[in-house]
């Protein structure tokens, strides 16, 4: 079930909504948490029942194992607790190599050794990227013993909540436990219910007026790439462009959706995603872009790896490692392991410069260039992010530097015209959460955020500060209404998220 399809907007999440509030308005906390993960369970099962046993089955494991890694860490040095949660995350992760990577690792060793073993063609289970690292996250802490007491059905709600469960965020153990516990925790609120459906609806705007609007100029160009096509300079500069707003756009409208709809009952999601084409480097990039993703590899991949802790030359290691190991997460094929190679030679430049160039990025125009040279190194990266393979992935670079004389000065300055608009969207229009900071959007982000990472124009500061900062007043709702409208009617067809592929 798709946050943009009729059957969501129209059914499940009002009714969902409705009942939940009555249920917790006559039979209290827990019954309305078990209702929305049985309501969870069957949002998941919409696209494929057969596999809510494995979705349930995992989290069972997991939850059981976690218990007997804690009595453990009781016992005399631990007992046996680092060996469970080994074991507990051999297990997830060989679930998810079976679903995700049988048939990549069978084609690989088909062309490296020349056999011809025949493909499995397994069906990805949805989301199985995502809750697979929370549960993973979620068994190390145990070990560690920094998971709270909580129930199962706290657990269940943790893993399985409609909003994050099918592409993120990737939801720490802390944030949920700590808000289920609340005496007013699932109760209808007038004011979450707006905020909520005023962050849902500008996601919705951002997916299907925004990005489902550039689409169809990024998938000609690759689509042409991939059936081997010669790319001419123009069609490549817009085929990756396009995409690299297209991506923005979708899957910075999915972190609101899912963000909005949590809020609608009182929950509230980390942010995923902050203004990352306004970022000044590659580390920056990443602080800002799928953050959540960010903090796991950080947090309980490069840190295991040894991190910095064994000087300069394993540290790049651990970063080029790492970033390679991010890119196979998000798909089962060596572009995306490309991409993510590109990224973390990117992080051991921009490391290795910052170590070289210790003067300060303080002025508009040292920001303004190392903000658009970063923007370009991350649009060049996305090329190998899309493509079908890596031959389509070269004909669009080859297109990208392929300049002849024939090439139109209209189209050269309409495409320039193009960009500028696109660019003064990413980088000067307030996000989601700075425009509504008075009101804490996020778990993880207030006004005191804002002041901390301001706008790039300062309209906050000014005499228009009341459009920069969003009020639950009839001139926003009725704003919001045209917006929530104008999504509603580009609904002619029902596209995925992109990141719903991972």
Request: hydrophobic share 55%; with cysteine.
């Amino acid at each position: 079930m798709l946050f943009n399809s009729p059957i969501f907007l129209f059914a499940f999440l009002p009714l969902t909504a409705i009942v939940c509030f009555l249920i917790r308005a006559r039979a209290g906390r827990n019954a309305a948490l078990g209702f929305l993960v049985l309501a969870s369970l069957f949002f998941y099962g919409w696209w494929n029942p057969i596999y809510l046993p494995l979705l349930i089955g995992l989290a069972v494991f997991n939850f059981l194992l976690a218990r007997i890694i804690l009595i453990e860490r009781m016992k005399p040095r631990g007992g046996m607790k680092n060996l469970l949660v080994t074991f507990g995350v051999t297990v997830d992760l060989g679930a998810l190599a079976y679903f995700k990577y049988t048939d990549f690792f069978i084609r690989t060793a088909n062309d490296v050794a020349g056999t011809h073993w025949e493909l499995q063609h397994i069906v990805l289970p949805l989301a199985i990227s995502f809750f697979t690292f929370q549960k993973i996250a979620y068994l190390v802490d145990a070990g560690r013993g920094e998971v709270e007491p909580h129930s199962f059905l706290e657990y269940c709600f943790f893993v399985m909540f409609f909003p994050q469960l099918i592409a993120g965020p990737i939801v720490h153990h802390h944030e949920i436990f700590s808000q289920t516990k609340r005496t007013r925790s699932f109760r209808f609120d007038r004011m979450n219910l707006a905020i909520g459906l005023t962050i849902f609806f500008i996601g919705l705007f951002k997916k299907v007026v925004l990005a489902d609007n550039l689409a169809p100029l990024a998938s000609s160009v690759f689509l042409d790439a991939g059936a081997g096509k010669e790319i001419h300079f123009l069609r490549a500069w817009e085929g990756m462009l396009a995409y690299t707003f297209q991506l923005y756009f979708d899957f910075s409208g999915y972190s609101d959706m899912a963000i909005g709809a949590a809020r609608i009952f009182g929950i509230k999601l980390p942010l995923n995603f902050h203004s990352p084409y306004q970022a000044t480097s590659i580390t920056d990039f990443w602080r800002r872009w799928h953050m959540t993703l960010s903090r796991f590899l950080r947090d309980y991949l490069y840190i295991a790896l040894g991190g910095n802790r064994r000087g300069k030359t394993r540290r790049y290691v651990n970063l080029f490692l790492t970033m390679a190991i991010g890119g196979l997460w998000h798909g089962a094929a060596w572009t995306f392991v490309l991409w993510g190679a590109m990224h973390g030679a990117m992080l051991i430049i921009n490391h290795g410069w910052r170590a070289i160039w210790t003067k300060p990025i303080d002025r508009w125009w040292s920001r303004g260039v190392a903000r658009a040279i970063t923007f370009l190194f991350v649009a060049l990266a996305w090329v190998f992010f899309r493509a079908p393979d890596v031959n389509a992935a070269l004909a669009v670079y080859r297109g990208l530097v392929a300049w002849t004389p024939e090439i139109s000065m209209a189209a050269l300055l309409r495409d320039l015209a193009w960009l500028a608009f696109w660019m003064s969207v990413v980088w000067f229009w307030p996000n989601t959460q700075q425009w509504m900071a008075r009101i804490r959007p996020a778990f993880n982000y207030s006004s005191t955020d804002l002041r901390k990472d301001p706008l790039l124009v300062p309209i906050a500061q000014s005499r228009w500060r009341r459009l920069a900062l969003w009020r639950p007043n009839l001139g926003y709702a009725a704003a919001m209404g045209v917006g929530a409208a104008a999504s509603l009617l580009s609904l002619q067809r029902v596209s995925e998220f992109l990141y719903f592929q991972f």
